[in-house]
């Protein structure tokens, strides 16, 4: 007598596995078909070197000072400065190339929706911003509790659009550059009507990396 044959279950590929398998992720791909609420946690369960790698990209994406439709991929990064990257992100409008460095957190010490530190190059002087993967609405003030611990201070940030970038005002800036710059970390907590993200970013390598981007800036 024949046997039925015996139907073999197939398990689907996870969101994960699908997205990354057998393949290098490079920027403009990530830009194309992520969605950094999904791609960020994702990331982060992947080996740390690339996932600090990917992360640090869904990050620059979120530079982009125009609407997401108008969107573009940001290029590679450049060699990290320490555990900072260099990147630079072409401008939808044909400005001039808006160009950072970026830092992703600790995971083990940091909530998902923190994507991570940024300071630009700005006219006239840089500017540092929080990265998040929760977009916020863009008329929002978060309070951001932000510095080494034991040495916070707390500041009103303004929104990006589209709105995963928090602007901290110009006093953060001259911190970062100053006092806070030979601090081992910074704790960031950002905090809104409805919720509260918490996370630490190294600051190992920042003078190296401020000095790169520096070097990096366009002329004005």
Not at 38 to 59: D, N, T, Y
Not at 138 to 150: E, F, L, N
Request: net charge neutral.
């Amino acid at each position: 007598m024949c046997q039925p044959r015996r139907m073999l279950s197939v398990r689907a590929p996870t969101w994960c596995e699908q997205t990354y398998t057998d393949r290098t992720p490079t920027a403009d791909f990530m830009a194309q078909n992520l969605d950094m609420q999904m791609a960020v946690p994702c990331a982060r369960r992947m080996p740390g070197a690339l996932a600090g790698a990917m992360i640090i990209v869904f990050a620059a994406a979120a530079q982009n000072f125009a609407s997401a439709q108008e969107r573009r991929p940001p290029l590679s990064p450049a060699p990290p400065a320490g555990a900072w990257r260099l990147v630079r992100t072409p401008s939808p409008s044909g400005a001039a190339t808006a160009v950072s460095i970026m830092h992703t957190p600790d995971p083990a010490r940091s909530d998902l929706d923190l994507a991570g530190l940024m300071i630009r190059c700005a006219d006239p002087d840089l500017e540092m911003l929080v990265v998040v993967v929760r977009p916020f609405r863009p008329r929002t003030q978060p309070q951001i509790r932000i510095g080494p611990p034991g040495k916070e201070i707390s500041v009103a940030a303004t929104v990006v659009p589209p709105g995963a970038v928090l602007l901290l005002p110009q006093a953060a800036t001259v911190l970062v550059r100053g006092h806070w710059e030979q601090a081992p970390e910074l704790t960031i907590e950002i905090t809104d009507e409805e919720t509260t993200t918490r996370g630490v970013v190294a600051l190992a390598g920042l003078h190296q990396a401020l000095q790169t981007l520096l070097a990096s800036c366009p002329a004005k």
